[in-house]
């Protein structure tokens, strides 16, 4: 099977400090997995550099492009299949839910209906429904402005589910909400990823969390992978011999 993300000897580098080395890893078709490890650790300079948002040498192959690579012919249809969850969650205030939703079937329509944002029923139905997955039906009309962090982190998670894209990056998607709604939200990637087929990358915070999200754990130890494990084989003295080694740094 031909990987869907492979890096090889992947180094990033900001000014002098280096917050990639040599990171060579694959992540098949269908997979859930999680990056852990210790803040400033590189989890998630990983997942911008997949996702094409920084610059990175060595070899990367993302859904057959090169995302450190990527002409504006290619660029468009590699963020169709790429859809992202991160921190800054990118959403438009002054616009509403609903409206913040919708952009992410933007990349779907090209013309003047892309530039006024005219969107056929079956999009508009999808992004409710979406909306309704996140417990957020009655938010549709109201402005981002006017919502709560953690209201907005679910309508990040809705614009994501609602792109229908074959990889989703999720840099700690439910760091905004309170234990039992990260527990509903975390149930909802996982399952809508495994339902889907579709692949799930997400750096996880609170390691309670890994169960309800993943099958398969990354630890990332001062921009090293310290060990890639199958959830079921990882032994929680592993887990947190990462955040040991830098808290005695």
Same mark, same amino acid.
């Given at each position: 099977?031909?990987?869907?993300?492979?890096?090889?000897?992947?180094?990033?580098?900001?000014?002098?400090?280096?917050?990639?080395?040599?990171?060579?890893?694959?992540?098949?078709?269908?997979?859930?997995?999680?990056?852990?490890?210790?803040?400033?650790?590189?989890?998630?300079?990983?997942?911008?550099?997949?996702?094409? &948002?920084?610059?990175?040498?060595?070899?990367?192959?993302?859904?057959?492009?090169?995302?450190?690579?990527?002409?504006?012919?290619?660029?468009?249809?590699?963020?169709?299949?790429?859809?992202?969850?991160?921190?800054?969650?990118?959403?438009?205030?002054?616009?509403?839910?609903?409206?913040?939703?919708?952009?992410?079937?933007?990349?779907?329509?090209?013309?003047?209906?892309?530039?006024?944002?005219?969107?056929?029923?079956?999009?508009?139905?999808?992004?409710?429904?979406?909306?309704?997955?996140?417990?957020?039906?009655?938010?549709?009309?109201?402005?981002?402005?006017?919502?709560?962090?953690?209201?907005?982190?679910?309508?990040?998670?809705?614009?994501?589910?609602?792109?229908?894209?074959?990889?989703?990056?999720?840099?700690?998607?439910?760091?905004?909400?309170?234990?039992?709604?990260?527990?509903?939200?975390?149930?909802?990637? &996982?399952?809508?990823?495994?339902?889907?087929?579709?692949?799930?990358? &997400?750096?996880?915070?609170?390691?309670?969390?890994?169960?309800?999200?993943?099958?398969?754990?990354?630890?990332?130890?001062?921009?090293?992978?310290?060990?890639?494990?199958?959830?079921?084989?990882?032994?929680?003295?592993?887990?947190?011999?990462?955040?040991?080694?830098?808290?005695?740094?």
């Amino acid at each position: 099977m031909t990987p869907l993300i492979e890096l090889k000897n992947v180094n990033v580098r900001y000014g002098n400090k280096i917050a990639l080395k040599n990171i060579s890893l694959i992540i098949n078709y269908g997979e859930r997995v999680a990056v852990v490890g210790p803040n400033g650790a590189g989890k998630s300079t990983l997942l911008k550099t997949i996702a094409g &948002s920084i610059p990175a040498s060595g070899e990367i192959n993302v859904l057959g492009f090169k995302p450190n690579a990527l002409t504006s012919k290619e660029r468009r249809r590699f963020h169709l299949k790429v859809a992202q969850v991160f921190q800054g969650l990118h959403l438009i205030p002054r616009m509403t839910a609903l409206d913040n939703v919708l952009i992410g079937r933007l990349g779907y329509h090209h013309g003047l209906n892309a530039l006024l944002r005219k969107f056929p029923e079956s999009d508009l139905k999808n992004a409710i429904d979406s909306l309704r997955t996140v417990g957020l039906s009655e938010y549709s009309g109201t402005r981002l402005d006017k919502m709560s962090g953690g209201e907005k982190q679910r309508v990040a998670v809705a614009r994501a589910l609602v792109q229908e894209a074959d990889i989703l990056l999720a840099d700690e998607p439910t760091s905004s909400l309170d234990p039992e709604g990260a527990k509903r939200i975390n149930q909802l990637l &996982s399952e809508t990823t495994r339902d889907k087929k579709r692949t799930l990358l &997400s750096v996880i915070h609170n390691l309670e969390q890994l169960p309800e999200i993943c099958d398969r754990v990354i630890g990332i130890d001062r921009g090293e992978i310290a060990f890639d494990l199958p959830l079921s084989a990882l032994k929680r003295e592993r887990l947190m011999e990462i955040y040991r080694a830098n808290a005695q740094a």
